[in-house]
């Protein structure tokens, strides 16, 4: 019998592809990093934490007699993308990278794309209402802002910018929900990561139908990698490799 499969996770995406791959009898395992304290419910067989770091995840890989890793972690995830890609080469294990295709801008966006937080938080304005919708690590970076910030997020962040405003919610949120927030806090910039997926979207629909400019930080460079860009090609690859493993029927 193949060992099971392991699927790296903290994504919608990833929760979809274990479900999927459960109702296809795959055995996989769903990794979680234990960021969140109540995370969205999720099917099968779990796992929570960190492994220590790529040389922890390849002997855990070899442990468990991994047959296949799926790196479904969230695009800005870029420890843990750099640790599967070296934990499945030095492990001998084959890895596929989920990826969901990033966000483009369409006509009417009045975007500008910046490397990273840091950069985000140097070209704020000294006033007015800043949504800042960039997750709980990258918070730290706009600790210095003058803009009145507006942040949403899962979870209460611990060391949010002085003088912000937290909103606590779990998207999908829709394109109506987002214009009336951003309507009705005055806010005049929004701050994002350039994520894609659906569920997080509608903040940038809601800034072009209000005309808003956006701050968009882009998706940090990782170590190349085998993609894919659905579920159903992710259960594909599962299915296939998983059965090469496996023993010939007699
Ligand atoms: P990261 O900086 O790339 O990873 C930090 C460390 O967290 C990793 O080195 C690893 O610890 C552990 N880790 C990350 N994902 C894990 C997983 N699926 N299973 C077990 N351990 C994991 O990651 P991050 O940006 O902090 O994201 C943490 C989690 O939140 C990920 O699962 C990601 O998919 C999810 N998420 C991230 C974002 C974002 O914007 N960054 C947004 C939504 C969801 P060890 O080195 O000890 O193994």
Known sequence: MPGPSLI??????????????????????????????????????????????????????????????????????????????????????????????????????RWTVVADATEAARRLPSEGVVFLAVGRKDLAAFAGAKARLLIRAIEPPEAPPPGAEVILARGPFATADEIALLREKGVQLVVAKNSGGEGAYAKLA???????????????????????ATIAEALAWLTSVTQAGAPAPR
């Open 8 to 109: 790296l996770g903290g994504t919608a995406e990833a929760a979809a592809l274990a479900r999927a791959a459960a109702a296809e009898g795959l055995d996989v395992i769903l990794s979680l990093a234990g960021a969140t304290r109540q995370p969205a419910a999720v099917a099968g067989r779990t796992r929570s934490g960190g492994f220590g770091g790529a040389a922890g995840l390849a002997a855990w890989l070899r442990a468990e007699g991994v047959s296949a890793v799926v790196d479904a972690t969230h695009p800005f995830a870029a420890k843990m993308h750099a640790n599967a890609v070296a934990a499945c080469a030095e492990a001998g294990v084959p890895l596929l990278r989920l990826m969901r295709p990033p966000w483009t801008p369409q006509p009417g966006d």
């Open 206 to 228: 809601a800034a072009r139908a209000l005309r808003l400019p956006v701050i968009l930080i882009a998706r940090p460079p990782l170590p190349p990698a085998a993609e894919a």
